[in-house]
């Protein structure tokens, strides 16, 4: 575990269980202080996702076509990733080698032309 992950660490199982916490802390020192009291003071993944949820259909608004929600979101992402697997398949089959080989000894994941 890295040093900040080690900074943020709790005793609940949740990944984001110090959310809570930051965002109290962040309304306390913001110019809107009456916040804070709207925080719960135990993490809930449920009111995290409904924020995520309506703050993405709240800021598509905005956009043309304006209604966007997160599993648009989930499902580009979906199509990147299947993309990208299909993408490798092809290079390695092209470079005659399994997708494992060329991918652990030749191709770097983080390389620009792999993103």
């Not at 575990?1 to 609940?12: H, K, P, V, W």
């Not at 984001?16 to 009456?34: D, H, I, K, M, V």
């Not at 949820?53 to 304006?66: F, H, N, V």
């Not at 990733?81 to 290079?91: K, M, Y």
Request: glycine share 8%; aromatic share 12%.
């Amino acid at each position: 575990m890295n040093s900040f992950s080690m900074a943020i660490r709790t005793e609940s199982p949740f990944a984001f269980a110090a959310y809570s916490e930051q965002l109290g802390t962040f309304y306390a020192n913001s110019s809107r202080p009456w916040q804070v009291d709207r925080v719960l003071g135990e993490f809930k993944p449920e009111n995290l996702g409904e924020w995520f949820y309506r703050g993405i259909a709240e800021w598509s608004k905005s956009l043309p076509g304006g209604a966007a929600c997160v599993h648009v979101f989930r499902k580009t992402t979906l199509q990147h990733a299947r993309s990208g697997e299909d993408v490798n398949r092809l290079v390695a089959a092209y470079g005659r080698l399994g997708e494992d080989v060329m991918l652990g000894n030749n191709v770097d994941e983080e390389d620009e032309e792999m993103r």
